[in-house]
């Protein structure tokens, strides 16, 4: 494998469009110092390791985009370029010009499929194997292709079982994120088995649509210093796709939310003179009020006694900083010590911001969202709310398992944003025919 060095000049670029204007106030944000930094950016440093991909994570870039790369590398992007141009496209007017299938799987609660349905994409199979989140789908739309089995039955006996010979333009969803075995490996298919993204990569190579969407948490850039992603690629590309993917935070397409998602869109690479471009961000962004306005009453969690006392000193928009110094450190424990960040602890919401991202509990110590005004967590409406589900989306099961589903869920706005950029891909397809 050929050594590849970070590009300076490249990271500069991106630095200066994240409006960080240092080195060392990048090296601050990455939790290293400048000297560290300086050593990463070294033209003799190896650039896999945990720190580059802490690196790709604060400046929101892939590792291809900071790598100096040789010529057969700058012919294959140039190909990719004119795949995925670095051009955004408005939204507000795309419409399908056809009824395009979608099946997706990994579906949980539906945030993904109800974005994808309002953006006018047609679902014609979601596979999800827990019963609450089974339960949630058919109850909200009894029209739904409702797949209740575990992936591994479903790729093993083929998704066509499910669904039938109807066409499939788009594979959705979103696996766990797992690290593989990499020794003597050539990243193949077979090479990932016994992973959830084999199942979804087996049923993806069944389907061959014309494009495919994973979503996924922003870890996954950095897991494994990076080769759990390189991995996947090298699978896509390998079935036959050519790929693009970007880090991107929903509270850009009207979800009042700092949720940072990995979206990676492959293309089938028998289709040329088309472009995919990922949705333009929105003009506004939405804060707490906005999503909470007239939210109906609900079901909630509360929080233990001695939690309440403490969250009781946070003002709206604090968080562990906020307290006591003495009180601090009872409530941090060794995390206290460790210093960097971790403002989500003890972490109450102001109303004039989007809220942090929301966890599948609400009230753990790690990750407290505090309602701004009272002392409490957000109830289940409220936290539907924030993820952008309508009201009239009734989730079933108990109330933790109704968060644990709102909180797994792609934000149904930010799906539609994806969705309809999809959808302007897949209209260029259709105009060729």
């Keep these: 494998m050929n050594t590849a060095t970070l590009s300076k000049d490249r990271i500069r670029t991106i630095m200066k469009e994240k409006g960080i204007h240092t080195q060392t106030e990048l090296a601050e944000k990455m939790g290293i110092t400048k000297n560290q930094l300086s050593v990463i950016l070294s033209p003799k440093?190896?650039?896999?390791?945990?720190?580059?991909?802490?690196?790709?994570?604060?400046?929101g870039a892939s590792l291809e985009e900071i790598l100096d790369k040789n010529k057969d590398d700058v012919k294959h992007d140039d190909e990719l370029r004119s795949l995925f141009p670095d051009e955004t496209i408005d939204i507000s007017t795309v419409k399908a010009l056809k009824k395009y299938n979608v099946v997706e799987l990994f579906a949980g609660a539906g945030g993904l499929a109800l974005g994808m349905k309002k953006a006018?994409?047609?679902?014609?199979?979601?596979?999800?194997?827990?019963?609450?989140?089974?339960?949630?789908?058919?109850?909200n739309n009894s029209k739904w292709n409702i797949i209740e089995d575990d992936i591994v039955e479903v790729a093993k006996n083929g998704i066509r079982k499910y669904?039938?010979?109807?066409?499939?333009?788009?594979?959705?969803?979103?696996?766990?994120c797992q690290a593989f075995s990499y020794a003597g490996k050539k990243h193949g298919l077979d090479d990932v088995r016994g992973t959830m993204f084999y199942y979804y990569a087996k049923i993806l190579s069944e389907l061959m649509p014309s494009?495919?969407?994973?979503?996924?948490?922003?870890?996954?850039?950095?897991h494994d210093s990076g080769k759990t992603l390189e991995t996947m690629i090298s699978v896509f590309k390998s079935i036959g796709y050519n790929v693009k993917y970007k880090l991107m935070c929903a509270v850009n397409?009207?979800?009042?939310?700092?949720?940072?998602?990995?979206?990676?869109?492959?293309?089938?690479?028998?289709?040329?003179?088309?472009?995919?471009?990922?949705?333009?961000?929105?003009?506004?962004?939405?804060?707490?009020?906005?999503?909470?306005?007239?939210?109906?009453?609900?079901?909630?969690?509360?929080y233990p006694a001695k939690k309440k006392a403490v969250l009781d000193l946070v003002p709206p928009g604090?968080?562990?900083?906020?307290?006591?110094?003495?009180?601090?450190?009872?409530?941090?424990?060794?995390?206290?010590?460790?210093?960097?960040?971790?403002?989500?602890?003890?972490?109450?919401?102001?109303?004039d911001e989007p809220s942090l991202t929301l966890t599948c509990s609400p009230a753990q110590k790690q990750t407290e969202r505090c309602h701004p005004d009272e002392t409490r967590p957000f109830k289940v409406r409220e936290y539907a709310r924030i993820q952008s589900f309508p009201d009239s989306w009734k989730f079933s099961g108990t109330i933790s398992s109704q968060y644990k589903q709102i909180g797994n869920a792609v934000p149904v706005e930010f799906a539609k944003a994806i969705g309809l950029s999809i959808v302007n891909t897949l209209n260029q397809i259709e105009s060729q025919k």
Excluded at 45 to 59: A, F, H, M, N, R
């Design 45 to 59: 440093y190896e650039p896999i390791k945990s720190s580059v991909g802490t690196l790709c994570d604060i400046l």
């Design 253 to 302: 397409y009207g979800v009042a939310q700092k949720r940072e998602r990995v979206s990676i869109i492959g293309i089938r690479n028998d289709i040329h003179n088309v472009q995919y471009m990922y949705p333009k961000p929105f003009d506004y962004i939405p804060t707490l009020r906005d999503a909470l306005k007239k939210v109906p009453d609900s079901m909630g969690t509360k």
């Design 318 to 351: 604090g968080c562990w900083r906020s307290l006591p110094e003495e009180i601090a450190k009872e409530y941090m424990g060794v995390s206290y010590y460790s210093g960097g960040g971790r403002t989500g602890m003890a972490r109450r919401i102001s109303w």
């Design 211 to 222: 494009m495919f969407l994973v979503e996924n948490v922003r870890g996954l850039i950095s």
């Design 163 to 176: 669904i039938g010979n109807v066409n499939v333009d788009v594979l959705s969803g979103g696996y766990p």
């Design 120 to 139: 006018g994409l047609n679902s014609v199979g979601l596979v999800e194997i827990d019963k609450d989140c089974c339960n949630t789908l058919r109850n």
